[in-house]
């Protein structure tokens, strides 16, 4: 039942490759709706083809918002997720459309649907440089154990290769004795601020999700991810998200000529099943998530149907 209280927001989440980018245009076409992003490497411009970013002909007139928007050297928190999509879906609201939050990034669905308040941090420059310069030395995965040490639950969200994640917990934790997890617990609302409804997409079964994901991988090779990932790969010391990032740092070793094409393409396919499995992991726990198989073939319109009923459309 809808909430007249409060804005009506639809989520779409989901793996990578599952179909989230033609089924959301879709239903924001049927419901009236604008796309908002929810992906944390969509806002990089130039970035493209590795971060499956929608063309203008997919979006097929859908206004999309927070995507495209930031030079790939600057840094974008979960924190500055929330306040721009607050922004945004606020004036989607005000003109009298639906909001159509979608992506395959968990932590910034969640985060923003349950409206957490982000304190603002005072930052130490010489601890963040020595722990730095500690993940230099000690290697990412050191610096993950140490974190699932101090914070085991925050740690099991956060991927060891994410060092830029792994730093910030940890700079928390030293300069303030709270851990990610209990700085998360306390920003919450006693109630969440919208009315939302997430749907997320999935295939039944496991085995077509990765054949999905090695079409996604191969058509990303056709379409000129290799001239994207040698930019990142030339920037890296400038561009460090995007060259952390699933789709970039799989080339690198072929750019370096330490491996051939062939077997970066079948790493890059492993790194995306890898993916696509935690970003499950996410969702599914996530609480009054509605599941949709994209292989059903009246998908968009039961979608449509589920939505209505519940914001009374």
Same mark, same amino acid.
Request: neutral net charge.
């Given at each position: 039942?809808?909430?007249?209280?409060?804005?009506?927001?639809?989520?779409?989440? =989901?793996?990578?490759?599952?179909?989230?980018?033609?089924?959301?245009?879709?239903?924001?076409?049927?419901?009236?709706?604008?796309?908002?992003?929810?992906?944390?490497?969509?806002?990089?411009?130039?970035?493209?083809?590795?971060?499956?970013?929608?063309?203008?002909?997919?979006?097929?007139?859908?206004?999309?918002?927070?995507?495209?928007?930031?030079?790939?050297?600057?840094?974008?928190?979960?924190?500055?997720?929330?306040?721009?999509?607050?922004?945004?879906?606020? @004036?989607?609201? =005000?003109?009298?459309?639906?909001?159509?939050?979608?992506?395959?990034?968990?932590?910034?669905?969640?985060?923003?649907?349950?409206?957490?308040?982000?304190?603002?941090?005072?930052?130490?420059?010489?601890?963040?440089?020595?722990?730095?310069?500690?993940?230099? &030395?000690?290697?990412?995965?050191?610096?993950?154990?140490?974190?699932?040490?101090?914070?085991?639950?925050?740690?099991?969200?956060?991927?060891?290769?994410?060092?830029?994640?792994?730093?910030?917990?940890?700079?928390?934790?030293?300069?303030?004795?709270?851990?990610?997890?209990?700085?998360?617990?306390?920003?919450?609302? &006693?109630?969440?601020?919208?009315?939302?409804?997430?749907?997320?997409?999935?295939?039944?079964?496991?085995?077509?999700?990765?054949?999905?994901?090695?079409?996604?991988?191969?058509?990303?090779?056709?379409? =000129?991810?290799?001239?994207?990932?040698?930019?990142?790969?030339?920037?890296? &010391?400038?561009?460090?998200?995007?060259?952390?990032?699933?789709?970039?740092?799989?080339?690198?070793?072929?750019?370096?000529?330490?491996?051939?094409?062939?077997?970066?393409?079948?790493?890059?396919?492993? @790194?995306?099943?890898?993916?696509?499995?935690?970003?499950?992991?996410?969702?599914?726990?996530?609480?009054?998530?509605?599941?949709?198989?994209?292989?059903?073939?009246?998908?968009?319109?039961?979608?449509?149907?589920?939505?209505?009923?519940?914001?009374?459309?």
């Amino acid at each position: 039942m809808a909430d007249w209280d409060k804005m009506p927001v639809v989520a779409v989440g =989901g793996p990578t490759a599952s179909g989230k980018t033609a089924f959301s245009v879709q239903l924001a076409k049927r419901l009236g709706g604008e796309v908002v992003c929810a992906d944390s490497m969509q806002i990089y411009k130039g970035l493209d083809v590795g971060t499956a970013k929608a063309t203008k002909e997919e979006m097929e007139g859908v206004p999309h918002h927070l995507m495209d928007f930031l030079p790939p050297e600057e840094t974008f928190s979960v924190a500055d997720f929330v306040e721009a999509a607050n922004r945004e879906v606020q @004036a989607i609201t =005000g003109r009298g459309r639906l909001p159509v939050l979608v992506g395959g990034t968990g932590l910034y669905i969640e985060s923003f649907l349950n409206g957490v308040r982000f304190a603002e941090q005072k930052t130490d420059p010489a601890l963040r440089e020595r722990l730095e310069k500690e993940a230099g &030395e000690l290697g990412a995965q050191a610096m993950h154990r140490r974190l699932a040490a101090i914070d085991p639950d925050y740690a099991a969200t956060v991927h060891p290769n994410n060092v830029g994640r792994v730093i910030r917990a940890l700079e928390l934790y030293y300069s303030s004795g709270k851990t990610m997890s209990r700085q998360r617990a306390e920003s919450l609302p &006693e109630t969440p601020p919208f009315d939302s409804m997430v749907l997320c997409l999935a295939p039944a079964e496991r085995s077509e999700l990765y054949r999905r994901i090695d079409v996604r991988v191969d058509r990303m090779l056709e379409a =000129g991810i290799l001239e994207e990932a040698k930019m990142v790969w030339e920037n890296r &010391e400038r561009y460090r998200t995007a060259a952390q990032a699933i789709g970039y740092k799989e080339f690198f070793p072929y750019f370096e000529g330490t491996a051939d094409l062939a077997a970066c393409t079948d790493k890059l396919k492993q @790194a995306s099943r890898n993916y696509a499995k935690r970003q499950l992991t996410w969702f599914r726990r996530m609480e009054n998530v509605i599941w949709l198989d994209p292989g059903n073939g009246q998908l968009v319109e039961r979608a449509e149907k589920l939505v209505r009923e519940h914001f009374g459309l």
